[in-house]
């Protein structure tokens, strides 16, 4: 092991997996995780527990989707490479299959504005993606274009997808749009929900460009 490449990511792509049943967003070995590591990615191999998994198991991939190693990458590599080519902005993607964001997306419904805290996937909502077999192209080419302006997205019939510049956003950001989701369709129950406008919303984006420990941001 004293020669594998990226060990430190490795062991992060392994925590972060880890978290996904504890954190409430995922069940059994649905799901998957990447991060970005050098030239290409690391992701989690298909079909494998998360709890048993090793350094070596996690699988290095160019973004063209060639792998080396023993194991094979998740079934969804395609749409983790092509997020992390055309996204220069994102290093760190979890897809998951949490209860709530996969009930609202079984219905094809993204997110609106009903709350501020939509914002956190980067607009004025969160988009579901239509819905195409998993693993293949046009389900990535649908991810692709729903994450346009975008760090998180629904996948219609399918489940979320959450990015972020490290894992650790990536997941609170999974864990962030399964609560709206949830919330979401508590306000339902009682009625189609007020929705923010987009200058509200616009405002909204703009203060969360300086929210949190920022030492660069005025005060």
């Known amino acids: ?59 290095w991939m160019d973004l063209d989707g060639r792998c080396e190693g023993d194991w094979l990458p998740s079934s969804e590599w395609r749409f983790h490479c092509d997020i992390l080519r055309e996204r220069p902005d ?16 079984c219905h094809g419904r993204g997110i609106p504005p009903f709350h501020y805290m939509v914002a956190a996937g980067g607009g004025r909502d969160i988009r579901c993606a239509p819905y195409a077999t998993y693993g293949t192209a046009e389900l990535s080419a649908n991810a692709v274009r729903a994450l346009e302006g975008r760090r998180a997205c629904l996948l219609a019939n399918h489940g979320l997808i959450a990015c972020g510049c490290t894992l650790n956003e990536a997941l609170a950001l999974a864990v962030e749009v399964e609560t709206l989701s949830a919330m979401y369709i508590k306000a339902l129950q009682l009625g189609p929900p007020v929705e923010l406008d987009d200058a509200e919303m616009e405002t909204v984006l703009e203060k969360f460009s300086t929210y949190g420990q920022n030492p660069g941001r005025e005060r």
């Open 1 to 59: 092991m004293a020669g594998l490449r990226f060990l430190k990511l490795r062991r992060a792509a392994i925590a972060a997996a880890q978290q996904l049943g504890p954190l409430g967003i995922n069940q059994g070995n649905s799901g998957n995780v990447s991060l970005r590591a050098g030239d290409g990615l690391l992701i989690t191999p298909t079909g494998m527990p998360y709890d048993a998994l090793t350094p070596g198991q996690i699988v």
């Open 90 to 105: 994102l290093n760190a993607i979890v897809h998951t299959h949490a209860v709530h964001a996969t009930a609202l997306a």
